[in-house]
Each structure stands twice: as C-alpha cells, then as structure tokens.
C-alpha cells in the first residue's frame, strides 16, 4: 500500500551530474530511514547512501565525495545528488525506505528503479 517512484535517472557524460528523486506515498504513518542501492549490469545489488529521519547519512566508499544524499520529510521524498559521475557508476538505482504503517508495525519498501547511464 506505500509506493516509493524513482525519477531524475538518464544518461550523462562521464564527469556530469544528475539528481535522483523518490516520493513515498500511501497510508504511512512516518518513515524511518531511507536510501538508494543500485545493481549494474552482471553485479550484485550494492548498498549506495542513507539517511535517517533525523539526517544521519552513510555512504558506500566508492561514491563517498561525489553524492549527496538528502531529504524531505514534509514531502517523503529522497534525494540522491550525483556528481562527478563515472561509468563505473552505470546502473538501475532503487530508492528503499524504512516506514511505519502504524505505531508499531514497520516495513522495508522499494521503488521500481530508475536507470543511470554513464557514458565514457
């Protein structure tokens, strides 16, 4: 019943930028932590950036200095600031989010996925 959309995905130029989005909707009562992993083509599903509700943020070491994760509580929307992009960093990006249908009942979601293309 929560929905997490991915927008903001395309294709760049080694070196450009690009912004990633994810709005949460549905019958939330609040979200915890939420994030972005990705999965290139023949790799395994890989953890990228995350953030608490309180703005805590984690980052895997290979985008560490070149994204920027961050949100929006009012809007349950996460954001995922890519610079200095790489073709290494080709892949379909998933936003997740911890969230909370009731006071106690709390659940992991995924978005759909969008994809980045880096282009060397």
């Known amino acids: 019943q929560v929905q997490l959309v991915e927008s903001g995905g395309g294709l760049v130029q080694a070196g450009g930028s690009l912004r990633l989005s994810c709005a949460a909707s549905?019958?939330?009562?609040?979200?915890?932590?939420m994030g972005w992993h990705r999965q290139a083509p023949g790799k395994q599903r890989e953890f990228v950036a995350s953030?608490?509700?309180?703005?805590?943020?984690n980052y895997a070491d290979s985008v560490k200095g070149r994204f920027t994760i961050s949100r929006d509580n009012a809007k349950n929307t996460v954001y995922l600031q890519m610079n200095s992009l790489k073709p290494e960093d080709t892949a379909v990006y998933y936003c997740?989010?911890?969230?909370?249908?009731?006071?106690?009942?709390?659940?992991?979601?995924w978005g759909q996925g969008t994809q980045v293309t880096v282009s060397s």
């Open positions: 953030i608490t509700s309180g703005g805590s943020t």
């Open positions: 549905g019958s939330i009562f609040s979200i915890d932590a």
């Open positions: 997740t989010g911890t969230v909370k249908l009731t006071s106690r009942a709390i659940s992991d979601y």
